[in-house]
T-cell receptor, first 114, second 113 residues
Framework: NAGVTQTPKFQVLKTGQSMTLQCAQD?????MSWYRQDPGMGLRLIHY???????DQGEVPNGYNVSRSTTEDFPLRLLSAAPSQTSVYFC?????????????FGPGTRLLVL | KQEVTQIPAALSVPEGENLVLNCSFT??????LQWFRQDPGKGLTSLLL?????REQTSGRLNASLDKSSGRSTLYIAASQPGDSATYLC????????????FGTGTRLLVSP
């Protein structure tokens, strides 16, 4: 198993540009989520999904969209990038839809918005 | 609102030393607590998951304890090695808003040879 994979590893955007961060898992996990990690702050939940076709907002959803058309993929879209979205983004998954079990994290995408 | 604090923010020890990392949380209404390891520029690796009904979990040289009533958890690392150098994060799964993990800011550990 590849586990949780994320692409790209690093991206530079200009303010106003849009992009999609990709996340995939091959463990047949129901629950998937996106977090951002900023210096001096704990990881914060952006969006999550409890199964294909079901998504919901987390703690800091503004400026981000998600969709879950398959169990394996959970892309995160930045609609119009802002410098405040400069961060490291992590995708995570767990087996059951409750998300109460061990969370498996991807290697992260480092995003710089100029 | 649940808050998670980790002290110290950074710790430097010589190889072979036993050490304890601390995690405290403000609301005892949690489902579980999870300890992660994060290497520079890498993702998070789960180390131990303690359910709210449990008092401790062990994996190799690692032992994590949970005292839910006092809002505390410790991660004990025995016979530390340079390969243990990393940032250690703890996170709780609260009853309210259980879909998110609430993370601390981590303890950066450096083990010197």
């Amino acid at each position: 198993n590849a586990g949780v994979t994320q692409t790209p590893k690093f991206q530079v955007l200009k303010t106003g540009q849009s992009m999609t961060l990709q996340c995939a898992q091959d463990m047949n996990h129901e629950y998937m989520s996106w977090y951002r990690q900023d210096p001096g702050m704990g990881l914060r939940l952006i969006h999550y999904s409890v199964g294909a076709g079901i998504t919901d907002q987390g703690e800091v959803p503004n400026g981000y969209n998600v969709s879950r058309s398959t169990t394996e993929d959970f892309p995160l879209r930045l609609l119009s990038a802002a410098p405040s979205q400069t961060s490291v983004y992590f995708c995570a998954s767990s087996y059951e839809a409750t998300g109460l079990e061990t969370q498996y994290f991807g290697p992260g995408t480092r995003l710089l918005v100029l | 609102k649940q808050e998670v604090t980790q002290i110290p923010a950074a710790l430097s020890v010589p190889e072979g030393e036993n050490l304890v990392l601390n995690c405290s949380f403000t609301d005892s209404a949690i489902y579980n607590l999870q300890w992660f390891r994060q290497d520079p520029g890498k993702g998070l690796t789960s180390l131990l998951l303690i359910q709210s009904s449990q008092r401790e979990q062990t994996s190799g040289r690692l032992n994590a304890s949970l005292d839910k009533s006092s809002g505390r958890s410790t991660l004990y690392i025995a016979a530390s090695q340079p390969g243990d150098s990393a940032t250690y994060l703890c996170a709780v799964r609260p009853h309210t808003g259980f879909q998110k993990l609430v993370f601390g800011t981590g303890t950066r550990l450096l083990v010197s040879p």
